[in-house]
């Protein structure tokens, strides 16, 4: 079971790092494996918003997408996703930033300058879907850190829970367990 930070919060005041919540939790019985962050890996991922869309020259299953960043220059930046179009916001991934495993590089792609990349959420690392690019809500502010927008930035706690303790197969009941803990 997953337990992001801020969902404990909604039901007990808690003023412990994570490191101290989850050697609690562990001693108690609800074995902590790890403590996540989804946002290690990510660097210069921005809100960019799609402009306009058309194909690329060389290759019928790739397209050149246009992207507003919030910057005075727009991105050209050459996708093979068949999911995006014009006005949609996508998370974009800035030349000299990274997502996990990859740092982005200017590069052409089949004779055209590509100046960043779209991302999945596969790419983002939150999840393993990589159908299509990640689409996120129209009211997302262009040029954001999408390390903020989607909260990645928060610890979450891996937890291991025995079938003994079905008092903490809940959020509410682990949320027990830890204003009983401190």
């Known amino acids: 079971m997953n337990l992001p930070i801020s969902w404990l919060q909604q039901f007990v005041n808690i003023k412990s790092k994570p490191q101290e919540i989850a050697s609690k939790l562990t001693f108690s019985g609800s074995e902590v494996e790890k403590i996540l962050d989804n946002s290690k890996g990510l660097s210069k991922v921005v809100i960019g918003k799609i402009e306009k869309i058309g194909p690329h020259p060389d290759a019928d299953k790739l397209q050149i997408a246009t992207v507003d960043i919030g910057k005075a220059k727009e991105l050209e930046i050459v996708c093979g996703a068949k999911n995006i179009q ?95 803990l401190t």
């Open 86 to 180: 014009p006005g949609q916001k996508v998370p974009t991934a800035l030349v000299g930033g990274s997502v996990p495993g990859l740092k982005i590089e200017a590069r052409k792609i089949r004779g055209v300058a590509s100046e960043g990349m779209l991302c999945s959420e596969k790419e983002l690392g939150i999840s393993d879907d990589h159908e299509g690019i990640f689409i996120l809500p129209a009211d997302s502010k262009v040029g954001a850190d999408v390390v903020e927008l989607l909260e990645l930035d928060e610890p979450v706690l891996e937890l291991d829970i025995t079938p003994n303790r079905p008092d903490c197969f809940s959020v509410r009941g682990l949320a027990r367990e830890v204003a009983a």
